[in-house]
């Protein structure tokens, strides 16, 4: 009896520690910053793209299907790189940075084959957390209606 109330309470208390997720299939665009500070190589840095597609997202973190786990040398995990992320979301188009730590294979052919990438967000702020976190408490319809109110210039 008591090992069950033990139990109850670890439960309880590790629900409320994890961040509720979302699921939600959103379409990204994620690429690494430049090697060299220069606008040319910044161009190329984001021309060298992977698009993606989300599973879920959270207030720490999300996680992402994408075809292949590195884009030239750099890989989307375990090197400690910040990741800069493009998601479409129905309250508009939010730019983070994640920290990716880490991912499965999924599919059973080698032409299905994805990878399924954890990340937790380093950095988010302005609008683009405003527009994140409307979508997270409200979801795709909650954030429909909002989107459409700001556009006809409705209070």
């Not at 009896?1 to 139990?7: A, K, P, Q, V, W």
């Not at 750099?74 to 880490?102: A, H």
Request: net charge positive.
């Amino acid at each position: 009896m008591l090992r069950e109330l033990i139990s109850k309470i670890n439960r309880a208390i590790s629900d409320r520690m994890i961040a509720p997720r979302r699921q939600h299939s959103a379409p990204i665009k994620l690429w690494f910053d430049a090697d060299l500070p220069n606008e040319r190589a910044q161009e190329a840095a984001r021309a060298a793209c992977i698009i993606g597609q989300t599973i879920d997202i959270s207030n720490t973190g999300i996680s992402f299907l994408v075809p292949s786990i590195r884009t030239k040398e750099k890989y989307l995990v375990g090197q400690e790189r910040n990741i800069n992320v493009e998601m479409d979301l129905p309250t508009g188009k939010v730019y983070m940075r994640v920290l990716g730590k880490r991912y499965k294979k999924v599919g059973l052919h080698i032409s299905t084959e994805r990878f399924l990438v954890g990340a937790t967000i380093a950095s988010l702020s302005g609008t683009d957390r405003e527009n994140y976190e409307t979508f997270l408490r409200n979801g795709p319809s909650g954030a429909k209606g909002t989107a459409r109110s700001f556009e006809l210039g409705i209070d």
